[in-house]
């Protein structure tokens, strides 16, 4: 089954524990995304990359690291958690053609993040 | 910045009537926008794509149109059911690989 796979779905942690949230595709989908969405502020983009090795911030990127080192994977680092990244997260990612990506964005289920 | 609108917020219609789902842009330099849904606690599921060089899109119940120049793009739902309650959730995309979503119309349709 075709599926954007985040792990883990619920993470709980304290102010300043380094954490890592998994995002996994089996599309072969070079296009992977990853966003953050707030009651009232709605989806807002973290980081995106186009293929591998090839990363971009997007509107929100302070606090947070990314990496693409394999096509599957696009990991979100987050090196120090403070209180206001307590968010429900989602990972996203799209085939990539040309010079965009004219495939739907497929979601995955999301990882609700409390940082306390 | 691109900044995108939905509106309204939220609507409650009775179920078989048909509805409009509006979202505006304010950048119309878009490579596609995509119209999503989202249920309580789950991810976004896309219901359709529409490539700028488009005007629309159709998908069983569901069109959705597509005006650059004004910076519009609008839901049709057709012969609404329960089942169709959800957030819906447009997204402009660029041909650099930005999102930009709207914060959404929260649909409820009333047996």
């Known amino acids: 089954e075709a599926q954007v796979t985040q792990n883990p779905r619920y993470l709980i942690t304290v102010t300043g524990k380094k954490l890592t949230v998994t995002c996994s595709q089996n599309?072969?989908?070079?296009?992977m995304s990853w966003y953050r969405q707030d009651p009232g502020l709605g989806l807002r983009q973290i980081y995106y990359?186009?293929?591998?090795?090839?990363?971009d911030k997007g509107d929100v990127p302070e606090g947070y690291k990314v990496s693409r080192k394999e096509k599957r994977n696009f990991p979100l680092i987050l090196e120090s958690p403070s209180p206001n990244q307590t968010s429900l997260y989602f990972c996203?990612?799209?085939?990539?053609?040309?010079?965009?990506?004219?495939?739907?964005?497929?979601f995955g289920n999301g990882t609700r993040l409390t940082v306390t | 910045k691109q900044e995108v609108t939905q509106i309204p917020a939220a609507l409650s219609v009775p179920e078989g009537e048909n509805l409009v789902l509006n979202c505006s842009f304010t950048?119309?330099?878009?490579?596609?926008l995509q119209w999503f849904r989202q249920d309580p606690g789950k991810g976004l599921t896309s219901l359709l794509l529409?490539?700028?060089?488009?005007r629309e899109q159709t998908s069983g119940r569901l069109n959705a149109s597509l005006d650059k120049s004004s910076g519009r793009s609008t839901l049709y739902i057709a012969a609404s059911q329960p089942g169709d309650s959800a957030t819906y959730l447009c997204?402009?995309?660029?041909?650099?690989?930005?999102?930009?979503f709207g914060d959404g119309t929260t649909l409820t349709v009333k047996p």
């Open positions: 996203a990612s799209s085939r990539y053609r040309g010079r965009a990506y004219n495939s739907p964005l497929h």
């Open positions: 950048d119309s330099a878009i490579y596609n």
């Open positions: 529409i490539q700028s060089s488009q």
């Open positions: 599309m072969n989908h070079e296009y």
């Open positions: 997204a402009a995309n660029t041909n650099a690989g930005k999102s930009t």
């Open positions: 990359s186009m293929n591998v090795e090839v990363t």
